[in-house]
Structure formats: structure tokens, C-alpha cells
């Protein structure tokens, strides 16, 4: 499964660093990363971990700049692509067909080719013009998923509400992910698998 992950600089790094060491352990999974400069900034401001450490969780990293990478047209069969977190010059971006980096042109190649395209917006309060470039890329199948933490399962810590996130994900992938709490119904004693 080739696997690209768009990260721009959008608060939120954490989601990708999970993400992506989610993945690092799926056989079979073969991951193209993408970080945008805002998107290495965040990292640092954001979290303890180093970018050569994100990078080794991927088989092959890309300048954002590179336009003319593999993974830019749609010869190169991409099978999903998740953008987490997804800045809202990002969205707009591919909502507008801009393809101004390799990250916004990696997705617009996923929605010609008709591929699974996944964007994980992290903005608050959302604009109209943000909601509208959502609606515009979720009705031609562009699956929009933020950032939205659930509490069903009681979460303890941070990394609890990442991990849902970050289960998520993976479900539209088709990968089980068992390190999180699933909603059961409320006739079981607490709801929970």
C-alpha cells in the first residue's frame, strides 16, 4: 500500500508523528512524506521530536517545493494520501485547483485519478469560505475528517485523544487499530469494546 502524508503548519504535528509511527509498524505500508517549511516549525515549537526522527518514519521523504517529484503525477499510483493537520491555505488550495507545492499538487492528482484523498482541517472558529471549500471537496468524495476528540471511551491524557484521531484515519484506510476504545452501544455495561 503506498501511502503519501501530507503535514503543513497547521497546529496539530502530533497527529502526523502518530500517525506516521502507527504505519511505520503496518507490513505492507510504504509511506511518502511531505513537510512543508511551517510544518518543520511546528514540529519544534510543538513537540519533542526531532525531524530526522519523523523522517525515518517514512520510506521516502520529499521537498515540498519539488514539484517534479514521483509522486506529482498520477503515473505513480498513490493509493491514499491523508493530509493531517490540513492548514486552511491547504484546503483552499486543492479546493481551488492551485497546486502550488507538492503537497497540494500530490492531492490534486489524488482527486483526478479518483483516489482516496483524507484532510484533516485544524482551524477554529471555521470561516464560511473555509466550510465551503470542505463542502466543495467532500461532495466529489475528498473525506473530511478534523480533529475532533470523543470522550465515550474516557479519554486520560493527550495521547489518548490522538490516538482516537488518529484511529480515524486509519479506519478509512482499512487498517484496524486496537489501542483505542470503540463505541459498543450503551446496553453494554460501559458502552466500550
Known sequence: MEIAIGVTGATG?????????????????????????????????????SLEYVENLAGSVYDNKDLGAKISSGSFILDEMVIVPCSMKTLSSISNGYDDNLISRTAGV?????????????????????LENM????????????????????PQNIEDLVSQHVMKILDQFRIMYDKVQRWNGQNNNDGLV
Open 135 to 154: 463542502l466543495k471537496l467532500s461532495k466529489i468524495g475528498v473525506r473530511i475528517i478534523p480533529p475532533m476528540p470523543a470522550f465515550y471511551n474516557n
Open 110 to 130: 489524488m482527486i483526478k485519478e479518483g483516489r482516496r484523498l483524507i484532510l484533516c482541517p485544524r482551524e477554529t472558529p471555521l470561516s464560511f469560505i473555509h
Open 13 to 49: 504535528s502530533i497527529y502526523a508523528v502518530k500517525l506516521l509511527e502507527e504505519l511505520k509498524n503496518i507490513r505492507g505500508a510504504n509511506v511518502h512524506l511531505i513537510m512543508s517549511q511551517w510544518a518543520k516549525k511546528n514540529l519544534k515549537l510543538e513537540t519533542n521530536y
